[in-house]
Nanobody, 124 residues
Framework: QVQLVESGGGVVQAGGSLTLFCAAS????????VGWFRQAPGKEREFVAA????????YYADSVKGRFTLSRDNAKNTVYLQMNSLKPEDTAVYYC?????????????????WGKGTLVIVSS
């Protein structure tokens, strides 16, 4: 069983930065494929960023590319989402998700494990 806990959300002004954390309790964290999704008020949950299986390559939604950076520390069982140049449209609940199945990085239904989310509010 894998448990994921997000933290780091808060209120920030437009143009500012935040770092989100996803702490995982997983016996094989090194093999866990982790992604971030977000759900804005009144909208469906959408893909933000994810690692692929091998080599740690990262993939980003076009809306965050160049502004968000995904990284991980396997020794700490933690994944980080560094968010820069934040915009009001980045306001959402951000979820960390995990799976051991390769592929379909941007498809929420392919992820088996989910955290409860952390709220990010970007004020204009």
């Amino acid at each position: 069983q894998v448990q994921l806990v997000e933290s780091g959300g808060g209120v920030v002004q437009a143009g500012g930065s935040l770092t989100l954390f996803c702490a995982a309790s997983a016996r094989t964290f090194n093999s866990l494929l982790v992604g971030w999704f977000r759900q804005a008020p009144g909208k469906e949950r959408e893909f933000v960023a994810a690692f692929n299986w091998s080599g740690g390559a990262t993939y980003y939604a076009d809306s965050v590319k160049g502004r968000f950076t995904l990284s991980r520390d396997n020794a700490k069982n933690t994944v980080y989402l560094q968010m820069n140049s934040l915009k009001p449209e980045d306001t959402a609940v951000y979820y960390c998700a995990g799976k051991y199945v390769i592929g379909a990085l941007a498809q929420q239904r392919s992820y088996r494990y989910w955290g409860k989310g952390t709220l990010v509010i970007v004020s204009s």
